[in-house]
């Protein structure tokens, strides 16, 4: 999978929402919350007649199961991508940056650059974004 701009920026929402499909894949196993009822029309008499049919909403899970494994690749792609990036400052300003998530000031500040929180975000990850051809 290619790294993306949008990748890195959603990795947080993807770490927050992974939980989040994994309890609600649970409860639709275990509880009635799996279960969706549908409108058929019963011809026996003649005539249409509404009957509800009740049953586990397949459909409904399994787009919950594709979402999950959808946001674990992305989440395993991005954390492998930056572990391989070779400058260990770029690295670090990536880490703190998409899997802490810290702040560019924050950042700045570690880095040792009190007086530019825009340092690393123009001069370390933009210009890395640049090298690697990622818009």
């Not at 924050?106 to 880095?111: C, H």
Request: aromatic share 12%.
């Amino acid at each position: 999978m290619k790294i993306t701009k949008k990748m890195l920026d959603n990795y947080q929402k993807y770490k927050r929402e992974i939980p989040l499909l994994r309890a609600e894949l649970n409860n639709m196993k275990t509880t009635d919350a799996g279960y969706g009822s549908s409108t058929v029309f019963d011809y026996r008499s003649g005539y249409p007649k509404p009957q509800s049919v009740v049953g586990f909403d397949r459909e409904r899970y399994i787009r919950r199961q594709k979402a999950l494994s959808e946001r674990e690749t992305a989440i395993q792609t991005v954390e492998k991508w930056i572990e391989e990036i070779p400058d260990t400052e770029t690295r670090v300003v990536f880490r703190m940056r998409y899997i802490e998530g810290k702040k560019w000031e924050k950042i700045a500040k570690k880095l040792g650059y009190h007086g530019n929180p825009d340092y690393p975000r123009r001069y370390v990850r933009d210009k890395y974004l640049i090298k690697c051809g990622i818009r």
